[in-house]
């Protein structure tokens, strides 16, 4: 929750890089600070945004990351279409000063709480279609804001129904990463309030259909549901869906 953050030292990308090398879990990305709104009309706030989003970038090169996920922004009562243009026009500009990064943007979709935009899958597709450099971008599904924007993956049918309608969009190699969450509100509530896994509105079938899905096999994934200091629920709710796998396929 802070706008510039302070740059990793030699040291550390040193002792980073030995860490990641002698490690066989290598599926590391980032997240963008949560000020960062680029749907935002011209003010202080947006070119701080755009700062920050560079500095973001450049973080990501360093440790070699490829790819840091991003909010697309929230339109403040300018409209969808007014704030999508926004978030083109700035990422036009990001992309341009950092040209040379081989970082992309993964946008997550959202659950569209306010005047946030990407809680419907056609904000991203604008989003693609509009920019000058789509191969910087890509996409991180989040399970829970997919539910709570009104897309039914409480079971196989459902996330398969949703996935055929990213994919027409979008494609399905634009997916680089999930967020596993099950929600505390309900189907199209918009309203963004993570549970854990099997313990929210989504359920544990919904979760099945999408760790079983071949086409992802490979993906990373993380959990952002609730947590105490121990982080013991982060092993419950890994636990819980590493026990779903394999147990049914998913048909396409």
Request: glycine fraction near 8%.
């Amino acid at each position: 929750m802070r706008w510039l953050g302070k740059a990793p030292e030699e040291a550390a990308l040193a002792l980073y890089k030995k860490e990641r090398e002698a490690c066989s879990f290598q599926s590391v990305f980032g997240h963008t600070g949560y000020l960062i709104n680029l749907a935002a009309r011209d003010s202080d706030n947006r070119t701080k945004s755009l700062q920050s989003l560079m500095q973001e970038i450049e973080f990501a090169d360093a440790l070699g990351l490829p790819f840091t996920v991003m909010h697309p922004g929230a339109h403040l009562g300018a409209g969808e279409s007014e704030g999508i243009k926004q978030i083109i026009r700035g990422l036009d500009e990001v992309f341009s000063l950092t040209r040379r990064s081989k970082a992309r943007i993964a946008l997550e979709n959202t659950a569209g709480q306010g005047s946030y935009l990407g809680n419907r899958l056609e904000h991203l597709a604008a989003i693609f279609d509009g920019v000058r450099k789509p191969e910087r971008l890509a996409i991180c599904l989040d399970t829970a804001h997919l539910f709570a924007a009104g897309y039914d993956i409480r079971t196989a049918k459902g996330w398969n129904q949703t996935m055929r309608q990213l994919d027409s969009l979008l494609g399905l190699n634009q997916v680089v990463a999930f967020h596993l969450n099950d929600s505390k509100t309900d189907l199209s509530s918009q309203v963004d309030r993570h549970a854990h896994i099997g313990q929210g509105k989504i359920g544990l079938e919904g979760f099945r259909a999408a760790v079983n899905d071949s086409r992802f096999k490979n993906h990373p994934a993380c959990l952002e549901t609730p947590k105490s200091d121990d982080l013991h629920e982060d092993i419950l709710n890994l636990k819980r869906l590493r026990s779903l796998v394999g147990k049914r396929c998913v048909t396409h």
